[in-house]
């Protein structure tokens, strides 16, 4: 069910026309979205760090493959090219990015769209911290509403492309204790 997920969104970004920049590899979820993109005639660019090239995860088929010094060059890399951010289930890494692209926009830093595909529940647990977070005032509820959620992800697409793009600001409201 993770795989078929994987294809269908490298398939839905291709067929609508739009490019995916990603981490550059061929193994995992995201290989599978890349080689759907590209099966579908999509633009798929790869941003990997030197270390990964030489342990011979780049995927070798796509339009352009960018390679950096760093995990934080290829964060900054993948984040500048990008005009959204979807994020398939996946391990420590989706996490830190996932993570790492809220906070760039609760800062301000970006207004580009996020969105999960949550598949069978995946993110289940951790929307349900985010509201946790939330309901304990650690977060505000426009940032919470910055994480777009869908199954679906054509579905998870329209939401993003109908979401607004005005800066939340972190600190507007907020007292000085």
Same mark, same amino acid.
């Given at each position: 069910?993770?795989?078929?997920?994987? +294809?269908?969104?490298?398939?839905?970004?291709?067929?609508?026309?739009?490019?995916?920049?990603?981490?550059?590899? +061929?193994?995992?979820? /995201?290989?599978?979205?890349?080689?759907?993109?590209?099966?579908?005639?999509?633009?798929?660019?790869?941003?990997?760090?030197?270390?990964?090239?030489? $342990?011979?995860?780049?995927?070798?088929?796509?339009?352009?493959?960018?390679?950096?010094?760093?995990?934080?060059?290829? $964060?900054?890399? /993948?984040?500048?090219?990008?005009?959204?951010?979807?994020?398939?289930?996946?391990?420590?890494? #989706?996490?830190?990015?996932?993570?790492?692209?809220?906070?760039?926009?609760?800062?301000?830093?970006?207004? $580009?769209?996020?969105?999960?595909?949550?598949? &069978?529940?995946?993110?289940? @647990?951790?929307?349900?911290?985010?509201?946790?977070?939330?309901?304990?005032?650690?977060?505000?509820?426009?940032?919470?509403?910055?994480?777009?959620?869908?199954?679906?992800? /054509?579905?998870?697409?329209?939401? /993003?492309?109908? @979401?607004?793009? &005005?800066?939340?600001?972190?600190?507007?409201? #907020?007292?000085?204790?």
């Amino acid at each position: 069910m993770f795989a078929e997920s994987a +294809r269908a969104t490298g398939r839905v970004l291709a067929e609508a026309g739009i490019g995916l920049v990603y981490g550059g590899g +061929r193994l995992g979820l /995201m290989g599978l979205v890349a080689d759907a993109a590209i099966e579908a005639g999509g633009e798929v660019i790869g941003v990997i760090p030197e270390f990964m090239v030489r $342990k011979e995860v780049a995927h070798p088929g796509l339009t352009q493959l960018q390679i950096v010094q760093s995990m934080h060059e290829r $964060k900054a890399a /993948m984040a500048d090219c990008s005009d959204g951010f979807i994020t398939l289930p996946g391990g420590l890494g #989706t996490f830190d990015e996932l993570a790492e692209v809220l906070s760039w926009a609760q800062l301000g830093l970006h207004t $580009k769209p996020c969105g999960l595909v949550n598949v &069978a529940g995946f993110f289940d @647990a951790y929307l349900h911290q985010l509201d946790h977070a939330l309901s304990t005032g650690f977060m505000r509820s426009e940032h919470r509403a910055l994480v777009l959620v869908d199954q679906d992800p /054509m579905a998870l697409l329209n939401r /993003m492309r109908a @979401a607004p793009s &005005a800066p939340v600001s972190k600190w507007s409201g #907020t007292e000085v204790r």
